[in-house]
C-alpha cells in the first residue's frame, strides 16, 4: 500500500466530489421551473452536502503529483463513488431501493443507458434531467470534466487525462484540449436540440435527447424511447448526433478546421461506414424474411444498428421480437463500439482494425525471409508490436468480463444468446436489451451489470489496479 500515494488520492476525490455536487444541484432548477419543489430541496441538500464533504477532504488531504497507478487509483474510486452520491436523488424522489438506484445512476453516469425505471414518464422532469445530465457528462467523463473546470496544467492533470482511458490530444497539454472538446461537444449539444426542436419534439424533449444522443447514452424520457415519437425526421437527427457522438473529436476538430478530408481518411470512420453498411443490410435482410415492409426493414435496422455501434442503446422496435441473427448482429457492433477519443465504450474501432490488421502482418512475417523488416501500416501510420500487443491484451481482458459476466447470467437461468445480448450491453456501456435488464432480475444479476459497466466505461485496467490494492498488487509496479 506504501507505493499508492493515499492522501493525494483523497484530495483528488475531494475535488471530485465538489464538482458531483454541483452537477446534482443543477436538476433542482428544472425542477423549480416545472413545480416540483420537494424534489428541488432534495437536488440541493444532496448537492451542498457533497461539496462541503469534497471541501472537508480536500482541505484535510493536499493534492499533489501523481504517479499513473495512483492516477488509475483515482479514476476507479470517482467513477465508483460518484454513481453513490447521485444515486440519493433516485432513492428518495423516484422511490428507488439502493441497489436500483446506484444502478441507475452507475448505468446513467457511465453512458450506458439501461434503466430500473418501469415507468419513465411518470419521474419527475427533475429526475429525468438528471438522467440525461448524468450521462452527459458521463459520455466525456467526469474526471476531463474536473481538468477543464477545476484543475491547471501540469503533470497530474496529464496524468488523470490517461487514467481515464484517453490518449489523444488536439493541443498542446491535456487541459487545453478537454476544453476544446467541451466546446465542440457543447455546440453540437445547442445544434441537436435546435434540430429535434423542428422535428416536432418539444423543447424539454429535444434537449434531453441531444444530450443522451450525443452521449451515446441511451436514456429517454419517453417509456418506449424514440419509437415513441413515429417521426423519421426525429429518427435520422438522432442517428446523425449518434455518429457524431462516436466519432474522435480529434476528426471533429479537424473537420471543424477546415480539415474535411478527414472524414475520409480517417481509417475509424472508414471501417465504422463499411461496417453499418454491410450490417444493416444483413440486419435488414432478416427482418425481412420475418414479415416487415422494406422500407420499414431498413429504417429499423439502420437505427438499431447505429444506436448498437455507437453504444447509445435508443431503440425503434421491441428488441425481443429479434431472431437470434439480429440479436447477434446487434451483439458484434456493441463488442466493437465507435471510435477511439469519442463517446462510445466498447472496445473501439481503432482496435479492432488494428487486430485485423494485423493478422495479414504477421501471415506477411511468417512467410518472408527471416529478418526482413515488414512495417504495420495503418491509415498511413507505422503501428509497433507494442502497439499490437496493447490491442489484443485489451480485447483478451475484454473478452474475459463479457464471457465471465455471461457464464454468470446463464447460470442464473437467462438463455444463452440473451445473457449475452445484455452482458455486451452492459460492459459496451450501450444501453440495449431483449428484456433482461429490469427491476426484477435477481440482486447477483443486478451487481454483475454494475461492475460490467463501470468495468467497461474505464477500459478495465483501473479497476483491476484497483482491486489489487488489496493484494499488493500496485508494489510491483515500476
Known sequence: MNSIERPSIIGY????????????????????????????????????????????????????????????????????????????????????????????????????????????????????????????????????????????????????????????????????????????????????????????????????????????????????????????????????????????????????????????????????????IIFTLLMTLDLYLRGYAPFQAIRMSAFQCVSGMSGTGFSTMDLTTLGDFSKAILIFLMVMGGGYGSTSGAIKLIRMTIIFKSFHWIILKLIEPRGAIIPMKLGGKVYEEPAIMEAALYVILYASFLIGGTLIFTFLGYPFVNASFEIASAIGNVGLTVGVCSPAMPIAGKIVMIVEMWAGRLEILPVIILAGLFFGYPKKLP
Open 13 to 276: 476525490l475531494g475535488l471530485m466530489f465538489i464538482l458531483n455536487g454541483f452537477v446534482v444541484v443543477i436538476p433542482g432548477t428544472v425542477s423549480i421551473i416545472f413545480n416540483e419543489l420537494n424534489a428541488a430541496l432534495v437536488f440541493t441538500l444532496t448537492g451542498v452536502a457533497t461539496i462541503i464533504l469534497g471541501a472537508i477532504l480536500l482541505r484535510r488531504f493536499p493534492r499533489g503529483e501523481l504517479k499513473l497507478k495512483d492516477a488509475m487509483v483515482v479514476s476507479a474510486l470517482v467513477w465508483a463513488l460518484c454513481p453513490l452520491i447521485s444515486s440519493i436523488p433516485f432513492m428518495t424522489i423516484a422511490q428507488l431501493n439502493p441497489i436500483d438506484s446506484y444502478f441507475e445512476a452507475m448505468s446513467g453516469l457511465t453512458a450506458t443507458g439501461l434503466t430500473m425505471l418501469t415507468n419513465v414518464e411518470q419521474s419527475s422532469k427533475g429526475i429525468l434531467f438528471l438522467r440525461s445530465l448524468l450521462e452527459w457528462v458521463g459520455g466525456i467523463g467526469v474526471i476531463v470534466l474536473l481538468l477543464a473546470v477545476m484543475m491547471r496544467p501540469g503533470i497530474a492533470a496529464a496524468t488523470l487525462y490517461v487514467a481515464e482511458a484517453r490518449t489523444d490530444k488536439i493541443m498542446p497539454t491535456a487541459i487545453s484540449t478537454v476544453r476544446t472538446i467541451w466546446w465542440i461537444y457543447i455546440a453540437y449539444t445547442i445544434l441537436g436540440t435546435i434540430l429535434l426542436f423542428f422535428a416536432g419534439l418539444p423543447l424539454f424533449d429535444a434537449l434531453n435527447h441531444s444530450m443522451t444522443s450525443l452521449a451515446t447514452g441511451g436514456f429517454s424520457i419517453r417509456n418506449q424511447s424514440i419509437s415513441a415519437y413515429n417521426n423519421p425526421s426525429v429518427e435520422l437527427i438522432v442517428i446523425f448526433l449518434m455518429i457524431l457522438g462516436s466519432t474522435s473529436f480529434i476528426v471533429h476538430y479537424r473537420v471543424l478546421h477546415g480539415d474535411v478530408k478527414e472524414l475520409i481518411k480517417n481509417v475509424e470512420v472508414r471501417f465504422m461506414i463499411i461496417a453499418l
